[in-house]
């Protein structure tokens, strides 16, 4: 069982850069998967980025080159860079982790809002 705090969220212009940051309350050492995902209003929510087994990467195409996402053993936390940002990008960012050592539950943050003007 882990709780999961976003963090970093917040308005920006088309083409800055804002990071968010994902706390967890305890070791995400033998946590299989880490990711964020998004929702954007009227929209369902969909994956942007997850990591597994700490080196395994995997990104949404539509973000692909703009956002890196990278965990921290030691802080416990799960961050995702996200430049050169876009209008389409505005979405509530949901950090997700799954599959916690020999366990199998899904856990959820309450998410932070991103907000990309033009």
């Known amino acids: 069982q882990v709780q999961l705090v976003e963090s970093g969220g917040g308005l920006v212009q088309a083409g800055g850069s804002l990071r968010l940051s994902c706390a967890a309350s305890?070791?995400?050492?033998?946590?299989?998967?880490m990711a964020w995902y998004r929702q954007a209003p009227g929209k369902e929510r969909e994956l942007v980025a997850s990591?597994?087994?700490?080196?395994?990467?995997n990104y949404a195409d539509s973000v692909k080159g703009r956002f890196t996402i990278s965990r921290d053993n030691v802080k416990n936390t799960v961050d995702l860079q996200m430049n050169s940002l876009k209008p389409e990008d505005t979405a509530v960012y949901y950090c997700?982790?799954?599959?916690?050592?020999?366990?199998?539950?899904?856990?959820w943050g309450q998410g932070t809002q991103v907000t990309v003007s033009s």
């Open positions: 305890r070791s995400i050492v033998s946590i299989s998967t």
């Open positions: 990591i597994t087994r700490g080196v395994i990467r």
């Open positions: 997700n982790a799954v599959n916690i050592g020999s366990g199998t539950g899904s856990y």
